[in-house]
Structures are given as structure tokens and as C-alpha cells.
């Protein structure tokens, strides 16, 4: 186990322009001071980013697709070039390391299963592969190889389809047989050990990529979206397996995702990315309650927060065509530069109730409604209102009926506004 620090890192990839053709010549006829200016151009996909994660933490990169959570992801692991910036883990520097020296496992999302080899051979496979202490002298460490080939590894690859009475072990294949045996009985896949990855459902090929990663007993764990190829049932009860996991055995995990339910329930904390930048690094409550900017208030969350425009009139009135109402006093000092100004309210579907006719509520029509069982999502919209006006989400309880088409009120709970710049979309407060 161990901190993971990333310290100011960027990366950029570079992309040829006109003024330069595949072969990299420039062309003819082109003024070559230009061609040479505009050959390449850096295209930018992460910027500016600081972030600690703590031994043992579990903590969740989430962001739409394309914000750089996964590039991120591939810098720590070695996959990709830093363009600028510092990776620590622990207490080493591992920008020039390569993958299998900075002690870190990583489970891909296609799996990334060996398809000739069995579940055993697959999660043995990295065990097998680890480098063993060698001699600083090259010819040593070449006269060393070759005495493990020939007295250890040769045995027991011709032995290793034997009955297990008549295989070689050696030291080192003994110490593979029991790591293998004992994730797998964590995983509970011990009964799959003899089967091909194509025998296998969807979410046994996963408990399997888990269980290599887990096998090396590393550092750090990587997970790039490692559910996003199972089903909703099967994601939420591996979700729960590899959480427990990761608690069980305490190795510091970095997980991405874009689901942001995923996030809220996975993680220790959660760092939210967009355009390869980080918004915001907090718990997920902290980031449900007091989101910094629009982009997070709307991003976690589902049904996702409604956005209304409104003016602040001071100290505590804000105004819209429909309704105006005084918010409590711990907004006067906020709101005192926003005066006359317009900023964006925010308030999340639960904190909308249906009420009754009065100024500071929302007069809306019905234009849909999802009874879930549990709980029914209202789509709603001011009445008489234009279509570029947009519609708000409502989460009410279940035994109250609504209609499609109906008018009714909603009152706006006080206490769980949030109001956001207009301009710069960060939060008031």
C-alpha cells in the first residue's frame, strides 16, 4: 500500500498540420518559416493537475467521456508519456519507470484476458512473470537466467499438464499455486480454475481480471471503468464486491467511471474531471450538498439539478417572471455584490414540493410522469411558458396522484437553494 501524489501534471498530444505531409517533409512551394511554425499543434487533455490519494484510500476519477480521467489513469500506470509534471507513489518518483517496476496493477475494462489460457494460468500469469532480485553484474544476472530456466522453468512447463502428483514444483511455482488458490477462494471463482475465458459469464471474466490484478498483492490498483460491460443487476453486485475487497485488503485503488452513480457509492472520495481539468475533490455528500461550480451541481446527481435564472434584488430578494421569493438571512453578505445582477438558482428534484398558490412558488403544467414504486419523477414547465424556457425535474412520493396536463404549485425549500455566477457558473457561497 501506498500514497499516490500527482503533482502539477499535463499532457499533450502532438497532431500534424497543414505545411506538413506524412513523411514529414514540407511541402513545396510552402513558405518553409510557416511550415515549420505550423507543423504541429499541441492538442491539450489534461492540465493543472494536483492530487493526492492516501494509503488505503478508494478514490473514484469520474467525468464525461473524453474530460482525460482515463489518460489520467494510463500516466500513473506507464502506459503514456508525461508531458509535464511528477508521479509519486510511495516515496518514489516512477515518471521514468516503466509499467512493471512501479509495483501497480491495472484492470482494463475489455478484461484483458489471456483467451488460450485457463482462469489459474491467467491469474498466475503475472506472478510469473515478476522480476526477482537480480545481480548488478550483466553477466551474472544472464548466467542466473539461464540456471532458473533450466533447472526450474523448463520442469515445470513440461510438467504443468500433468496430474498434479506427477508435476515439478519449484519454490517459486508452490508460492504461485498457493496465492492463485487463495483469490480465487476470495472471488469465489476456486471452482472455475480449469476453464477457458470463453467458458466463462461476463461477470466471472471480471472477478478474474480482479483476481490477476489482486494475485501480485501490488501497491496500487487501477481501474479504468471495469463495469461498463455487464449488465445493471450484475454492476451493482460486483460494485459491491470489489468494494468490500478493496476494504478487505486495503491496497490503495484508483477507480474511473462516468457512471456517477457508481462514484457516489463506490468511493472514499470522488475527484470530478471535465475538459481535463478537476473541478472538485471531495466525499461524495460534500460534493452532492455543496457542489463548487454548474458543472458539478449538475453532474452528480440523479435526476440531475434544475437550473433556473433569476435576479437578486438585495439583500435577500431574487426575482423571476413567475415567482419571487426572500431567501434567509445567511445570504445577505453572499448576495450583496450580486445586486441587480442575474445568477442561475439551483435546486435539486427532492427539494421541489408540491404546495399552494402563493408569489415566492412555481405555478408548472405536468408534461410527464414516471411512477417508479418507490418514488415518481415529475417533468414539468412554467405555465404559459415558451419552449426555449426549458423544464424542471420533481421527485415526489409515490402515492400522490398526479395526471399529465394538470397545473399544480411547487414550493422551493428555503434551506437547499444553491445559486451559481451566471458568468463563470462557480457557486455563490
Known sequence: MAQVFLENIYKSFQRGQRGQNPSGTINAGSNPAESAEATLTATSVLRRINLTIRD????????????????????????????????????RLVNDLPPKHRDIA???????LYPHMTVYDNLAFGLRRTATQEPSDIRQTLLKRLQTTMTEDIPVALTR??????????????????????VAQMLQI??????????LSGGQKQRVALGRAMARNPQVFLMDEPLSNLDAKLRTETRAQIVNLQRKLGITTIYVTHDQVEAMTMGDRIAVMNAGQIQQVDTPLQLYNHPANRF???????????????????????????FRMTLPETWEAKLKPYDGQDVVLGIRPEHLSPSVPAPKNLPVRV??????????????SFTNSLAEDGGLQVRTEPDRAVRVGEEIWLAIAPDKIHLFDAKTGVAIA
Open 367 to 380: 408534461d410527464r410522469v414516471e411512477a417508479l414504486g418507490s418514488e415518481t419523477y415529475l417533468s414539468v
Open 56 to 91: 488505503g484510500e478508494f478514490m473514484v476519477l469520474v467525468g464525461p467521456s473524453g474530460c482525460g480521467k482515463s489518460t489520467l489513469l494510463r500516466l500513473i500506470a506507464g502506459l503514456e508519456q508525461l508531458t509535464a509534471g511528477n508521479i509519486w507513489v510511495g516515496d
Open 296 to 322: 458539478v451541481a449538475e453532474f452528480i446527481g440523479s435526476p440531475t439539478m434544475n437550473f433556473i435564472p433569476v435576479q437578486v434584488k438585495a439583500p435577500l430578494l431574487i426575482t423571476h417572471p413567475k
Open 190 to 199: 476456486d471452482m472455475l480454475l480449469d476453464r477457458l475465458p470463453r467458458q
Open 161 to 182: 499438464g500433468l496430474p498434479k502428483g506427477l508435476r515439478y514444483w519449484s519454490a517459486k511455482e508452490r508460492f504461485v499455486d498457493q496465492r492463485v488458490r487463495t
Open 106 to 112: 491495472m484492470v482494463f475494462q475489455s478484461y484483458a
